[in-house]
């Protein structure tokens, strides 16, 4: 496990949480590194990425708006910030990173292009 995720817990619907991300294995600087969700029964889906050099994003158009991801070069940490939390946020929330030079700007999928993961903080949202 090369990366660790925090964060995750029980939250009602409406409400807001904040992921993170870190790692001690290398510095975060020059990787790409994207947040992933996995829905119970479903497959794992890119939500948002950062390439980390220069701070640029991509969000996937169906959490546009309510996700935002950011990172803290000084601490190693990449972080997901979630508002209004819907029951369709539910699951595990992967953080991955690979190197910056492989593809440049950041990619949200396939991701499997990824190298490196957590094991998953686990998001459950309620009506």
């Known amino acids: 496990v090369q990366l660790v995720e925090t964060g995750g817990g029980l939250v009602q619907a409406g409400g807001s949480l904040t992921l993170a991300c870190t790692t001690y294995?290398?510095?975060?600087?020059?990787?790409?590194l994207g947040w992933f969700h996995q829905a119970p029964g479903m497959g794992r889906e890119g939500v948002a990425c950062?390439?980390?050099?220069?701070?640029?994003?991509v969000i996937a158009e169906s959490v546009k708006g309510r996700f935002t991801i950011s990172r803290d070069s000084a601490k190693n940490t990449m972080y997901l910030q979630i508002t209004t939390l819907k029951s369709e946020d539910t699951g595990l929330y992967f953080c991955g990173a690979l190197p910056r030079s492989r593809f440049g700007a950041c990619k949200i999928n396939p991701w499997n292009d990824y190298d490196w993961w957590g094991q998953g903080t686990q998001v459950t949202v309620s009506s």
């Open positions: 950062i390439d980390t050099n220069n701070g640029r994003t």
């Open positions: 294995a290398f510095t975060i600087n020059n990787y790409n």
